[in-house]
T-cell receptor, first 112, second 112 residues
Framework: DGGITQSPKYLFRKEGQNVTLSCEQNLNHDAMYWYRQDPGQGLRLIYY???????QKGDIAEGYSVSREKKESFPLTVTSAQKNPTAFYLCAISRTMNTEAFFGQGTRLTVV | QKEVEQNSGPLSVPEGAIASLNCTYS??????FFWYRQYSGKSPELIMFIYSNGDKEDGRFTAQLNKASQYVSLLIRDSQPSDSATYLC????????????FGSGTRLLVRP
């Protein structure tokens, strides 16, 4: 939304598989974030990045990995180590860390 | 203690009434405060942000911030059925490395 593209919208993963969720932005914002939302719950921070080639763990980083090789891209890999990956995954961007954040449309991941 | 707390609701108001949504936070160093609206199955949408004590108005929405009491509220005047959604409060500040921390949201139901 507003220059943020998440794909795919729906993703199905088999047990033991790694999957990668895409987040791309064309607004030249520095900060990018990944959140996880479970039904009826708020958003929990997985990873965030303030600049290219740098990222930090959020509150629930275990079982996930990210990269920030380009300013416009911040992909999230859900590894087989994540025991309960079924959730709604949201990517967000902001100009800097302390400014308002905008969300992509989200990816709904289901383990089958 | 949760870092950002909201009553889960649902808060039910009749059409045309004022809906009042509240949020408290634990980090006294918090500097930026945001309200997001999230419709079921969709990603959060930014509706208001406030940085200074006092009120900030935008159309039917008013955000109120009281840093001394560590609460932020959102008033929705002339509530419409289309306002029925979950409202998420988010806070960031120096103590949290400017990570955006979300409450679990308040569900608002506007009755026609």
């Amino acid at each position: 939304d507003g220059g943020i593209t998440q794909s795919p919208k729906y993703l199905f993963r088999k047990e033991g598989q790694n999957v990668t969720l895409s987040c791309e932005q064309n607004l030249n914002h520095d900060a990018m974030y990944w959140y996880r939302q479970d039904p009826g719950q708020g958003l929990r921070l997985i990873y965030y990045s303030q600049i290219v080639n740098d990222f930090q763990k959020g509150d629930i980083a275990e079982g996930y990995s990210v990269s920030r090789e380009k300013k416009e891209s911040f992909p999230l890999t859900v590894t087989s180590a994540q025991k309960n990956p079924t959730a709604f995954y949201l990517c967000a961007i902001s100009r800097t860390m302390n400014t308002e954040a905008f969300f992509g449309q989200g990816t709904r991941l289901t383990v089958v | 203690q949760k870092e950002v707390e909201q009553n889960s609701g649902p808060l039910s108001v009749p059409e045309g009434a004022i809906a009042s949504l509240n949020c408290t936070y634990s980090d006294r160093g918090s500097q930026s405060f945001f309200w997001y609206r999230q419709y079921s199955g969709k990603s959060p949408e930014l509706i208001m942000f406030i940085y200074s004590n006092g009120d900030k108005e935008d159309g039917r929405f008013t955000a109120q911030l009281n840093k001394a009491s560590q609460y932020v509220s959102l008033l929705i005047r002339d509530s419409q059925p289309s306002d029925s959604a979950t409202y998420l409060c988010a806070v960031n500040g120096m103590d949290s490395s400017y990570k955006l921390i979300f409450g679990s949201g308040t569900r608002l139901l506007v009755r026609p």
